[in-house]
């Protein structure tokens, strides 16, 4: 009888982590796409880079991260240079990442080093 109520008890624990891992059909992607200043320093681009990919850590609404450098060869990129996506389960979550003190400070890491920025969000299908 104990063990049968262990064993219960072990598969609800499992049902609720899965729950809890189980990320929504659609998740709202925030696309960010810089051009540096020519005069930006590969040590600065570094910094901003670095700073960028350690806001996951500091805000937890950030749902997923990653980030690239342009390697197209279509020569469409229109300067941009360094490709950024965020993940968010909901648009309440980005509305916290928005004006996030972590974000407002990343912002002051890029300084005046941009020439470009594009934004783009959208609900993935």
Do not use: C
């Not at 729950?19 to 681009?45: C, N, W, Y």
Request: glycine share 6%.
């Amino acid at each position: 009888m104990f063990a049968r109520n262990r064993r219960e008890k072990i598969v609800e624990e499992i049902k609720e982590i899965e729950m809890e891992s189980t990320a929504p059909d659609s998740v709202l992607r925030h696309v960010v796409m810089f051009g540096f200043k020519e005069e930006t320093s590969p040590e600065k681009i570094q910094e901003v880079i670095d700073a960028f990919a350690a806001l996951p850590n500091k805000i937890e609404q950030i749902k997923g991260f990653e980030w690239g450098i342009n390697n197209s060869p279509e020569g469409l990129n229109d300067g941009l240079t360094h490709a950024f996506t965020l993940t968010f389960h909901s648009e309440e979550d980005r509305a916290i990442y928005l004006p996030h003190p972590d974000h407002k400070a990343f912002g002051e890491v890029l300084g005046n080093s941009l020439s470009k920025v594009v934004v783009v969000d959208y609900w993935t299908h």
